[in-house]
Nanobody, 123 residues
């Protein structure tokens, strides 16, 4: 069992930055890949980025260049640095834990999910 807690969301103006954190807990948490997804009402959850336990990374093509995902294994925490934010980045951002790296871009690849943190970007 892995528990995930997101933090760092909030309201930011367009062009600004935010750093989201995902703290993972549980006996095997350090062996999971951690990913971020986002969702707006009426749409499917969208892959944002993922980081493996050996710190390999993967990004959504449409968001590459504005995001940096990282991981502190000593703290079992993943971070998502988001820069040059746009109003269309407004969404609930979810952290999730995946056992296998092969499916980290799909929601089906994840076994555990956090509650989500709201990110709102004003124009």
């Amino acid at each position: 069992q892995v528990q995930l807690a997101e933090s760092g969301g909030g309201l930011v103006q367009a062009g600004g930055s935010l750093r989201l954190s995902c703290a993972a807990s549980g006996r095997t948490a350090s062996s999971y890949a951690l990913g971020w997804f986002r969702q707006v009402p009426g749409k499917e959850r969208e892959f944002v980025a993922a980081v493996s336990w050996i710190e390999a990374t993967k990004y959504a093509d449409s968001l590459k260049g504005r995001l940096t995902i990282s991981r502190d294994n000593a703290k079992n925490t993943a971070y998502l640095q988001m820069n040059s934010l746009k109003p269309e980045d407004t969404a609930v951002y979810y952290c999730a834990a995946a056992r296998s790296w092969s499916q980290v871009t799909t929601t089906e690849g994840y076994a555990y999910w956090g509650q989500g943190t709201q990110v709102t970007v004003s124009s």
